[in-house]
């Protein structure tokens, strides 16, 4: 009985990813969907294609660390079939100006971009709810952010040590601020009319 038990639980059990690697990516694929988990390619402007592998699986993730330190990187467009993008994606690509993030990505990991160093700007697609933990903090160059009504919550040093940042546009109600989201940063925030949570300062910006 026990043999037949496993057996079963063999015939049940999930579909693992196996790492796999095509043209410059490496990647996981589940069966149906594809996470992007390592970049091997020379840099420069890159854009991250839609599909890979022999079954033209969608890519749907860029996983954790996937282009971490790649200071080659200098601009980076990211498919509409990718919903999320995880820890440390981008951290350290010293050399990414520009990145865009289309409306289908709803959520922004940890430190995703933190110390990209060259990033001058970067408007938060309306898809997205909250911000990770440090996601662009020390992006030292950056000097303009589009924040979208969509987002409630700028997670712990979200933009700390953004040290440029004089800009943060914000289209809906002050989203809730954890412990140092706009940490050493001198900017100021301009908000919509009719929209609600702002005071003189917001975070320690003025408003």
Same mark, same amino acid.
């Given at each position: ?6 057996? $079963?639980?063999?015939? !049940?059990?999930?579909?693992?990813? @196996?790492?796999?690697?095509?043209? &410059? ?29 022999? #079954?033209?699986?969608? $890519?749907?993730? =860029? ?26 994606? !981008? ?12 409306? *289908?990505?709803?959520? =922004?990991?940890?430190?995703?971009? #933190? ?10 697609? *309306? ?5 990770? %933990? &440090?996601? !662009?903090? #020390?992006?030292? #160059?950056?000097?303009?952010?589009? =924040? ?10 979200? !933009?700390? %040590?953004?040290?440029?940042?004089? *800009?943060?546009?914000?289209?809906? %109600? ?18 919509? %009319?009719?929209?609600?949570? @702002? ?9």
């Amino acid at each position: 009985m026990a043999r037949l038990l496993f057996c $079963v639980c063999l015939l !049940f059990a999930a579909p693992r990813a @196996w790492a796999l690697t095509s043209g &410059d990516y490496v990647y996981t694929d589940d069966g149906s969907t594809v996470t992007i988990t390592g970049y091997g390619g020379a840099g420069g402007a890159v854009t991250i294609p839609s599909v890979l592998g022999p #079954s033209s699986h969608p $890519v749907t993730s =860029i996983g954790g660390y996937a282009f971490l330190g790649c200071t080659s990187l200098t601009s980076v467009t990211i498919p509409s079939s990718v919903t999320s993008l995880g820890t440390l994606a !981008f951290y350290g690509c010293t050399g990414l100006t520009s990145v865009t993030i289309p409306s *289908s990505v709803t959520s =922004i990991g940890e430190s995703a971009f #933190s110390y990209c160093t060259s990033l001058t700007g970067v408007t938060i697609p *309306s898809s997205v709810i909250s911000l990770g %933990n &440090d996601a !662009f903090s #020390s992006c030292t #160059s950056l000097t303009s952010v589009t =924040i979208p009504s969509s987002v409630t919550r700028l997670g712990a040093y979200a !933009f700390y %040590n953004c040290t440029s940042l004089t *800009s943060v546009n914000c289209l809906g %109600n002050a989203p809730a601020l954890e412990l140092g989201a706009f940490l050493d940063v001198p900017g100021t925030v301009y908000y919509m %009319n009719g929209t609600t949570g @702002w005071g003189a300062t917001y975070g320690g910006l003025t408003t």
